[in-house]
């Protein structure tokens, strides 16, 4: 059974920092791109960040540029997302998702493995 895990959200106060991490079971996560993307409530869904299995980061959503960065540990098989100069806005629930075309995919509910979420509080 495949599982695709988020951890590392939390409550931080704004300017501060988080590193999320992503890691899966089941599967040889090495071999599939992978996107974090977050929602807010009574807001869209949004696209954050994709990695491609080389490691080379393809896109940064405009509201985090800049602020985030993404990265794989092929050794650990997991997926990190570093964030920093939090915002309040950046307050949402993080998800993470795998799929081999993953960094073309747009709609998370298209990936083929995501995982429940971590949720990130950021205090003003």
């Known amino acids: 059974q495949v599982q695709v895990v988020e951890s590392g959200g939390g409550l931080v106060q704004a300017g501060g920092s988080l590193r999320l991490s992503c890691t899966a079971s089941g599967l040889t996560f090495n071999r599939y791109e992978v996107a974090w993307y977050r929602q807010a409530p009574g807001k869209e869904r949004e696209k954050l960040s994709c990695?491609?299995?080389?490691?080379?980061?393809?896109y940064y959503a405009d509201s985090v540029k800049g602020r985030f960065s993404i990265s794989r540990d092929i050794t650990e098989s997991a997926v990190y997302l570093q964030m920093n100069s939090l915002k309040f806005e950046d307050t949402a629930m993080y998800y993470c998702?795998?799929?081999?075309?993953?960094?073309?995919?747009?709609?998370?509910?298209?990936?083929?493995?995501r995982g429940q979420g971590t949720q990130v509080t950021v205090s003003s």
């Open positions: 998702a795998a799929d081999v075309y993953g960094c073309s995919v747009s709609n998370l509910g298209r990936f083929a493995y």
């Open positions: 990695i491609r299995r080389s490691g080379r980061s393809t």
